[in-house]
């Protein structure tokens, strides 16, 4: 499932003018996409089921449908908004968790996104990055991806007790234990980031579906080009993971935002929307598989 789209938001000052594409791929091996993702402008997250658990898909659905219900679309939200939204997200994963003959089989997803808020207090407008499992948020500036995100697994534990290498933590055999989960305990601990928003900023979001078959490197090259494939760039990247394997469910979102106030140059100002607009109408889907802003059901 694929979908792209474009919003303007808003702003005490201007607005920002944001584009993503976005898309979701069960891969090669799993009968079931248990990832679910939420693209509608200024929020933009992955939740990735937890595999091997109870009703994996029907937790990350549960979480896209929390935030949709906590959060209003098209205006940034507070920072205290989306803790409430990640909170009760929580609760409606944990009330999908039942009690068999075995014991309770636990309902679990990871969650990892970015969402534009008004911090408050005159500190402005800023992109809330938040976290929990090994789903990740990474940022472009056009030469360098750095990874936002922390990754809440045993293997990073592992490196940054300095006990294994960064390059051993994928053949590790510990490398699928993740040590936060939304559905494991009754309060979660997210992390949270706040990265003031200004000029043109650009967010990927992913399960470990595309960072476990796809290295740093090949996804800042994938993010430099210009992608000519039907889903944009997050098509471009999870038909890379595809390639390389597609052992798990793979999903991408990638959201570009320009913010402009209002003094700006008139013919800058368009200048932005054209092209905002432009990478937009580039990656709508050429074929009946998809559509703009779909949100997986």
Partial sequence: MSGDGEGVVALTRGAALIAHS???????VRSVNEDSFLAEAPIYLVADGMGGHARGDAASRAVIET?????????????????????????????LSEAGEEGTAVAGTTLSGVALVDAGDGAGFHWMVFNIGDSRVYAWDGRTLDQLSVDHSAVQELVDAGLIQPEDAERHPERNVITRALGADEFVDPDVWLIPAAGRQVFLVCSDGLSKEVDDRTIAHILAGDAGHAAGLAGELVDTALQHGGRDNVTAIVVESVLGADDDDDETTRDRRGRLSRAVEETRPRTGGGGDGDVPA
């Fill in 22 to 28: 976005a898309r979701t791929d069960v891969g090669r």
């Fill in 67 to 95: 935030f949709s219900r906590h959060l209003e679309f098209g205006v940034p939200s507070s920072p205290e908004q989306v803790l409430d939204a990640i909170h009760s997200s929580n609760d409606a994963v944990r009330a």
